[in-house]
């Protein structure tokens, strides 16, 4: 009996990062399996007496030469395939791993013709037919976002202490041109001049913001209450 074939068989399937924002891919070689010069995260077969931290560690080990700094279990997924008109049936145990870029290389060239950094945005176009599914099922645990989306309406609320900070600098920002500017609101006759010193500088910060808010926050949409499942 064939293990994912005759019954299903389990997977341990990681992706590697440094910790800044940079991410582990490996090319497959025509040694491999299928999907010849496909660019994919890393994985290996669960074994019988094997445990699932163990797995981990030793494939990271074996294909990358390299350490676990830590590990973050991202959850699991049921992959149906074909294998030589056979479906295949393996269950993947997937996590983020934060590894020693430095002690990095490739492990096993017979298997990889190379391993590579890449950000999140610029993984190449060759990709392993599971990887981008991976990729869309985890995105939001893999990418750490400054801001997430807001549960009623649309905007942003802060998520970490990157957002918190550029929250607080925006509003004390905001606050120092209110009362640098105090005349200016209160109603000064010259209203070319409150635009200048008040209003431009006010619509400049909050363009910034908005700015930042959107390059490290989730992208954000309408929503009225928590999105309910499908």
């Known amino acids: 009996m064939r293990k994912g074939e005759d019954y299903p068989g389990v997977t341990v399937t990681y992706l590697c990062h440094d910790g800044k924002g940079n991410y582990l891919l490996s090319k497959r070689s025509v040694n491999c399996r299928d999907e010849h010069g496909m660019w994919d995260c890393g994985g290996g077969g669960l074994e019988f007496g094997d445990t699932v931290l163990g797995t981990l560690q030793k494939e990271i080990s074996e294909e990358y030469c390299t350490d676990i700094i830590s590990s973050k279990f991202l959850g699991y997924r049921d992959v149906h395939r074909e294998h030589n008109g056979k479906p295949t049936h393996w269950v993947a145990i997937d996590f983020l791993v934060h590894v020693d870029s430095l002690k990095v290389k490739n492990g096993e060239p017979h298997k ?21 599914n991976f990729l869309n099922i985890y995105r939001e645990k893999i990418i750490k976002h400054w801001f997430k ?13 990157q957002g918190w900070l550029v929250t ?53 949409k309408w929503q009225w209450g928590l999105p309910k499942d499908k």
């Open 168 to 220: 607080g600098v925006y509003l004390a920002l905001i606050f120092l041109l209110v009362l640098s500017r105090e005349e200016a609101i209160l109603g000064n006759p010259d209203s070319g001049t409150n635009f200048l010193v008040f209003g431009i500088p006010f619509i400049v910060l909050t363009a910034l913001f908005v700015f930042v808010a959107y390059k490290t926050g989730e992208k954000p």
């Open 149 to 161: 989306r807001k549960t009623y309406g649309w905007g942003w609320t802060p998520a970490t202490w």
């Open 112 to 132: 990889f013709d190379e391993v590579a950094w890449f950000t999140i945005d610029s993984f190449p176009k060759e990709l392993h037919s599971q990887l981008p």
